[in-house]
């Protein structure tokens, strides 16, 4: 994913964004970042974005530039970032563990003899100690990356060219958060609880800072861009500030992740003429589109960090194999994935660009066999410049079969699925199509999108009654329902778990008798750990011959378990 999504408390969420993203800085003019070699180490000064600016006391511009104490009032406190006036109810405080523990000491009967409190005393410290502290929310950390192939034209090209590609960049960006805006940022009110109801209802924007990096922390090349949207927002219909409602910011990450590919596509193209082509990147991973003619070799010479990431989760799929006797879910191979992010994650260095580019360019005119930069021109000099459509271009028709498709293959990944779910793959089924617009891509990804929620089976049930004009959303519908939160299926689905549920009550498969089963149990598996059976429920483990099989325990008296090697 091109976006992804951190949630960054009032604690240790601050300290990351001030050490890691902000970290830096140097005195700039924020209108000339990313556009100018920079001698001094660092990066750009943040700067606001947001519809929700206006909201705020003091005059904040889009795009004016972000002070330290500006953003400490706002995330590490909450707090209107020119004024410092209060934004809603102030950060919740939550007990540490040595509080928690202290409240479960004071409750200790006066029986109890100096030892037995001193012994219980430690149990519970040690046990407080283990238990996660809460804190609150301050906001959302998202990173926009730009694919490869652009980070490698952008690293090797001359500063006009980095110039246009960067303006590009921010372009997307201003894009899906005016998407974000309009689909996603909601905010709760009411109350819960069997007499309350909670209302989701619109805000008037948000408010966020947006700090440009250049590298990764092995100094390969990686434009990206940290966008930290505060959770504090201004509801529509009373103006009082109140946090995001944090579920559907996470529902759409996705879909916003597509979005923002295919937006800075059709931008890259209106401005430098490229054309973009699918390429895949191996099992377990999804397709990636990258720009015609920059070569693989190119993008891999800058993808050190990729290598050290996939040898460390290449090695602990290994190991589970070998421990386990089977390939890991797709599940698990994610997780190893972002085990390995963090077990090669190597300390951020600051560099200026200035020196970033000349090793850049160093490295790419070893590899080409030519000047770099002038490879870069002549790359762009020759692209074959794709059509740009505009909405209307497309027919309905045609939309109509995209849709299907759209729900085909997100039926294949999914028993269930929401209008993220396929908005995100109505946008990867058009990536090969260039549009001169954002909103002409919105308007034909919002009809896919239509059209593959009637094709859909809907699950959720409709109302039951209808909401008066003043709890209904200006699209008609109830604020009592989530924004995008109707679920959907499919027969196909519901059928192939028809299918299964007949197969579950097939007792055609060999069997073992349950008291091999039962004696197994009472053994220790190869790891030493105590085995046990329920009959009624659930599965056991035994071993044969040095493997391990599933067994299915039938029901209690039925005298056989069906094996599943």
Request: proline share 4%.
């Amino acid at each position: 994913m091109t976006i992804s999504i951190r949630v960054m408390t009032a604690g240790d969420g601050y300290r990351y964004l001030l050490n890691a993203v902000v970290a830096g800085d140097g005195d700039r003019d924020a209108s000339s970042a990313l556009t100018r070699y920079y001698l001094e180490a660092g990066t750009p000064p943040g700067i606001w974005l947001g519809a929700g600016l206006p909201g705020l006391a003091g005059e904040i511009a889009v795009g004016a530039s972000v002070s330290e104490e500006q953003l400490r009032r706002l995330m590490g406190h909450g707090q209107d970032p020119s004024s410092g006036e209060q934004l809603g109810r102030p950060y919740r405080k939550f007990a540490t563990a040595g509080e928690r523990a202290q409240r479960r000491i004071d409750q200790f009967p006066k029986s109890l003899t100096a030892g037995e409190r001193a012994a219980q005393q430690t149990l519970i410290e040690a046990e407080e100690a283990q238990n996660p502290t809460n804190a609150p929310v301050a906001g959302f950390d998202l990173t926009f990356s730009v694919p490869k192939s652009v980070s490698t034209l952008w690293a090797v090209a001359d500063g006009g060219t980095q110039a246009l590609v960067a303006q590009a960049h921010h372009t997307a960006i201003r894009d899906v958060i005016a998407l974000l805006e309009r689909d996603v940022a909601m905010t709760r009110v009411g109350a819960k609880g069997p007499r309350g109801a909670v209302a989701q209802v619109d805000v008037r924007g948000v408010i966020a800072t947006a700090y440009d990096h250049y590298d990764s922390r092995t100094a390969d090349p990686q434009l990206h861009t940290h966008v930290v949207i505060a959770n504090r927002v201004q509801a529509v219909d009373d103006g009082k500030w109140r946090t995001l409602d944090s579920r559907a910011i996470h529902a759409a990450v996705t879909g916003l992740s597509e979005h923002y590919n295919a937006v800075l596509s059709d931008h890259l193209t209106q401005i430098l003429g490229v054309g973009w082509e699918a390429r895949e990147r191996g099992a377990g991973r999804s397709t990636a589109w990258e720009i015609v003619g920059v070569p693989q070799e190119l993008m891999d010479e800058f993808s050190s960090r990729t290598r050290d990431i996939e040898q460390v989760k290449d090695r602990l799929v290994d190991e589970y194999v070998s421990k386990h006797g089977r390939q890991p879910s797709p599940k698990l191979v994610w997780q190893f994935r972002q085990q390995a992010t963090l077990e090669t994650r190597p300390p951020k260095q600051q560099h200026s660009l200035s020196d970033l580019t000349s090793q850049w360019r160093e490295r790419a005119t070893a590899l080409l066999g030519e000047d770099a930069p002038t490879w870069a021109s002549a790359l762009l000099a020759g692209s074959e410049h794709e059509p740009l459509l505009r909405a209307d271009d497309i027919p309905l028709e045609d939309l109509e079969e995209v849709a299907e498709v759209v729900v085909q293959q997100v039926g294949d990944r999914r028993a269930t699925w929401k209008r993220w779910n396929l908005h995100a793959e109505a946008v990867r089924q058009t990536m090969d199509l260039r549009f001169a617009s954002a909103n002409d891509r919105d308007a034909i990804t919002q009809q896919i999108v239509d059209a593959a929620e009637r094709v859909s089976l809907r699950l959720t049930p409709s109302e039951l009654a209808t909401s008066p004009s003043l709890f209904r959303r200006a699209d008609g519908a109830s604020v009592f329902r989530p924004k995008a939160g109707t679920v959907f299926s499919s027969e196909q689905v519901l059928a192939a778990e028809d299918r299964l549920l007949a197969a579950s009550n097939d007792r055609s498969a060999p069997t073992v008798p349950l008291a091999w089963i039962e004696d197994a149990a009472r053994t220790k598996n190869r790891d030493g750990h105590t085995l046990s059976v329920n009959q009624e429920q659930a599965i056991a483990k035994i071993g044969v011959s040095g493997r391990v099989l599933d067994v299915l325990v039938g029901p209690a008296g039925t005298g056989n378990t069906t094996c599943r090697v």
